[in-house]
T-cell receptor
C-alpha cells in the first residue's frame, strides 16, 4: 500500500523566493495536515484540511498558505522565503479529522540560502 | 501548544524493557494521550494512544495513571530499531483542535547492543 508521499524530497531556494510543496495522502484519507520541523525540535502544526476546507491553522505568518484538491492531495505554499523557513516540512493524512492516528510522509527538506 | 513534559534522553540495552515517562498535569477530560516516534530521517510514526485505561498493541503498552496526570510508554524488549525520538502528545479529539498534534521536544531513546 502506498503511504503518504511528498514531493520534492529536497529543495534549495533563495531568500525572497516562493516554494510549493506537495502531498498525496493515503487513498481514502480525507484529512491532510502540514507540520514544520526545525532541526532539533519537534514538528510544529501549520495547517489542517478536511474535505477541502481549512479546519485549523497554527501560529505561522500569512506567507504560509495551503489548499486541498478534490482528490484530497494538498499543496503548501510559502512566499517571500526567509532563512528561518529552512526546515523539514511534513505532511500527515488521516481518514477523518478526529480520533484517528496520523500517518506521516518522509517530508520535504527545504533549505533557504 | 505542547502540554507534556518528558526527559530529554534515555538509554537502554537491547532486549531490555524500556519505560518512557510523560507528565501531563494539566490534562483535560477530553484529551487523549498519544505517543509517536520519529526514527532518523523519517516522519513521525504512530505508536499507541489511550484515554483512561491501559492499552496494549503489537508495538508497545501504555500505562496511564489513575489521575491521568502522567503516563508511561513501555517497550517490552528494546531493539536497535527502537532508537528514536519518542513524543508524548495530548490530543483533544472532542474539541476545536480536530485531531491536531502538538509535539514537544520528545525523549531521545538510545539503545545499546
Amino acid at each position: 500500500d502506498a503511504g503518504v508521499t511528498q514531493s520534492p524530497t529536497h529543495l534549495i531556494k533563495t531568500r525572497g523566493q516562493h516554494v510549493t510543496l506537495r502531498c498525496s495522502p493515503i487513498s481514502g484519507h480525507k484529512s491532510v495536515s502540514w507540520y514544520q520541523q526545525v532541526l532539533g525540535q519537534g514538528p510544529q502544526f501549520i495547517f489542517q484540511y478536511y474535505e477541502k476546507e481549512e479546519r485549523g491553522r497554527g501560529n505561522f505568518p500569512d506567507r504560509f498558505s495551503a489548499r486541498q484538491f478534490p482528490n484530497y492531495s494538498s499543496e503548501l505554499n510559502v512566499n517571500a522565503l526567509l532563512l528561518g523557513d529552512s526546515a523539514l516540512y511534513l505532511c500527515a493524512s488521516q481518514p477523518r479529522s478526529q480520533n484517528t492516528e496520523a500517518f506521516f510522509g518522509q517530508g520535504t527538506r527545504l533549505t533557504v540560502v | 501548544d505542547a502540554k507534556t513534559t518528558q526527559p530529554n534522553s534515555m538509554e537502554s540495552n537491547e532486549e531490555e524493557p524500556v519505560h518512557l515517562p510523560c507528565n501531563h498535569s494539566t490534562i483535560s477530560g477530553t484529551d487523549y494521550i498519544h505517543w509517536y516516534r520519529q526514527l532518523p530521517s523519517q516522519g513521525p510514526e504512530y505508536v499507541i494512544h489511550g484515554l483512561t485505561s491501559n492499552v496494549n498493541n503489537r508495538m508497545a503498552s501504555l500505562a496511564i495513571a489513575e489521575d491521568r496526570k502522567s503516563s508511561t510508554l513501555i517497550l517490552h524488549r528494546a531493539t536497535l530499531r527502537d532508537a528514536a525520538v519518542y513524543y508524548c502528545i495530548l490530543r483533544d479529539d472532542g474539541g476545536s483542535t480536530l485531531g491536531r498534534l502538538y509535539f514537544g521536544r520528545g525523549t531521545q531513546l538510545t539503545v545499546w547492543p
